[in-house]
């Protein structure tokens, strides 16, 4: 499997060959526009509309870092969320979360990153589709396990029948984390810390091996996978990055829609 650029209008994407469009749109945002920006500037909004023109509606989160995910219909065009397994736990805005999950044709899931890793879930068969948000917190609490759980309950989704897409993220080349967290994920995710770069750096963490991990630990073949190799930190022309720019980063969005709606 591999990524591949997608020149639109205004916006250059990402995108993989394990999902083709006409079972699931789909995109993985870049920094990089074609035109000058509006004024007050909208990428974000200005991209969805040009990834997934025909979505009948949009959902978002509030990320926080968290193992949240909600599932996703639409009533009278607007999203409707519902908390995990909780039918009752009902939102008509944008709830706190990390992850979206949906079998509604006709819903844009959006998640927003700046190092860390988006990841599209989609079954073919069933027609079932998730996005995940997962920094070094929703990795190391194994946030992708607790969506699979919550796709194979609600929708009955056979983990062999996943396909996962992994967009750009951080990679070990320039995440480098403190000692303590490096402890706690060598205890979670062995083989995941690369060794300081130089005397005065600290260990460095691949989180894009953990995922790798957590998805076969939940049953995702390897070849239904698709990582990204693109390094969101040393690539400031192509991506943001909270790393590099702190609090002047911009976001990134990741797009997962299925079509017929």
């Not at 194994?142 to 996962?164: E, K, N």
């Not at 083989?191 to 600290?202: E, F, K, L």
């Not at 930190?233 to 797009?255: E, K, V, Y």
């Amino acid at each position: 499997m591999a990524f591949y650029p997608s020149y639109g209008n205004k916006f250059l994407a990402l995108k993989s060959t394990l999902f083709p469009d006409g079972e699931l749109v789909h995109g993985f945002g870049t920094r990089i526009r074609f035109d000058e920006p509006t004024d007050p500037p909208a990428p974000e909004r200005e991209c969805l509309q040009e990834l997934a023109p025909a979505a009948a509606g949009v959902a978002w989160l509030r990320q926080i870092h968290s193992t949240a995910a909600w599932r996703v219909t639409l009533a009278g065009g607007d999203p409707v969320y519902r908390a995990g397994d909780n039918d009752a736990a009902v939102a008509h805005e944008p709830p706190e979360g990390d992850a979206l999950l949906t079998a509604a044709p006709g819903i844009g899931l959006v998640v927003r990153t700046a190092d860390c890793f988006p990841l599209i879930l989609f079954d073919p068969h069933r027609r079932v589709a998730a996005v995940v948000h997962s920094g070094w917190r929703g990795t190391l609490a194994r946030i992708t396990s607790r969506v699979m759980d919550q796709l194979i309950r609600r929708f009955g989704v056979r983990p062999a029948d996943i396909h996962a897409a992994v967009g750009p993220g951080i990679q070990g080349c320039c995440y480098e984390v403190d000692h303590r967290l490096a402890d706690m994920y060598t205890s979670e995710f062995p083989d995941t810390i690369q060794p300081p770069a130089g005397p005065r750096s600290g260990p460095r963490l691949d989180l894009a091996a953990c995922l790798r991990r957590t998805l076969l630990d939940a049953g995702v073949p390897a070849r239904q996978q698709d990582f990204c190799p693109l390094c969101t930190a040393c690539n400031p022309l192509l991506f943001h990055s909270w790393r590099r720019d702190g609090r002047q980063a911009g976001r990134m969005i990741t797009l997962a829609f299925l079509p017929g709606g």
